[in-house]
């Protein structure tokens, strides 16, 4: 089966409907060993492009990862990014605002972390959870201490999808590639992988009591995450929805996706003007010798 990335990519414009993605499809490797060679050539071509960005020094990227518990955001990014030169690529993991970010509009802390141009920056949960899990959790958006807002309480969603979209075009106009993903877990995998940190003793530390309380709000979160995903997926910062029940074929679909994005920026080596070369001609000579 070819991997193909426009497969995944919510259209601009059009609402998503979750229950009509797929959480699993077909594999795109024969074998586990096929899967590391597939992973291997992926990471090694984004190894040279991230070389290419950095030396051209005119895009940044900025990867956005956003699931619901267990579905594999740190795996993922662990293994697709495996190769990248730590100096050229941030992580960066948003959770509960601290007492200082809740006095800043809720842009803020993330702003503060974006890639300056060269980098890749990678966000590990975004400003998106400013309209995932404080829709979820109103008293979360409570804290936030905001002045009275005009129209039903309901707008407050439609107003941060604007300034969301706003921000990102603006990243765009900048030279920064925003790639959205959306790791799409079923509900039915999500508790075997709860399962299985419970039941294998060098898993428990990855399982936590609120990870299985956010479970109980399923059915909101797959509200908000449609609308989020129908309200915010652009031609020029798209979401992919990613099938994340098979951990390979999601790292896969991720890396082929991160690849197709930069290989489609206009970069190049930077070339020596006249006395740049005059110059490293006087010093070949001389070192020569």
């Known amino acids: 089966m070819k991997l193909r990335s426009k497969n995944f990519r919510a259209p601009a414009g059009k609402a ?12 795109f490797y024969k074998s586990t060993k096929d899967y590391k060679a597939l992973l291997e050539t992926h990471v090694a071509r984004l190894q040279s492009l991230q070389k290419l960005l950095y030396a051209s020094n005119r895009y940044a990227l900025l990867l956005i990862f956003q699931a619901m518990d267990a579905a594999g955001k740190d795996g993922a ?23 200082a970010e809740l ?25 998106y959870e400013e309209v995932l899990i404080v829709r979820v959790h109103p008293e ?8 009275p807002a005009p129209g039903p309480s309901r707008a407050i969603w439609q107003r941060r999808y604007r300034a969301i979209a706003d921000l990102e075009r603006h990243l765009h106009d900048s030279g920064t590639r925003v790639v959205k993903f959306y790791l799409h877990l079923s509900k039915e995998e999500q508790r075997k992988r709860f399962l299985e940190r419970i039941n294998v003793r060098d898993k428990n530390w990855m399982f936590t009591l609120s990870d299985f309380q956010e479970r109980r709000f399923w059915k909101q979160y797959m509200t908000a995450y449609e609308e989020c995903l129908s309200a915010t997926s652009t031609a020029e910062n798209p979401w992919y929805v990613v099938p994340a029940d098979d951990k390979q074929n999601a790292r896969l679909i991720v890396s ?3 690849l197709e994005t930069m290989q489609a920026m206009d970069m190049a080596y930077p070339t ?8 490293m001609r006087k010093i070949r000579k001389e070192l020569a010798s």
Not at 272 to 279: H, K, S, T, Y
Request: aromatic share 8%; proline share 10%.
């Open 77 to 99: 990014i662990m293994h697709v990014m495996s190769g990248v030169n730590p100096q050229g690529c941030q992580v960066f993991s948003f959770k509960h605002p601290s007492a």
């Open 140 to 147: 979360v958006l409570e804290a936030e201490n905001l002045p």
């Open 16 to 27: 998503v409907i979750l229950k009509d993605w797929p959480t699993c499809v077909p594999p």
């Open 256 to 258: 082929q996706i991160v």
């Open 103 to 127: 006095e800043h509009d809720f842009l803020w802390r993330t702003t503060r972390a974006l890639p300056e141009r060269g980098k890749i920056g990678i966000f590990n949960r975004s400003y």
């Open 272 to 279: 020596p003007d006249a006395r740049q070369l005059r110059d």
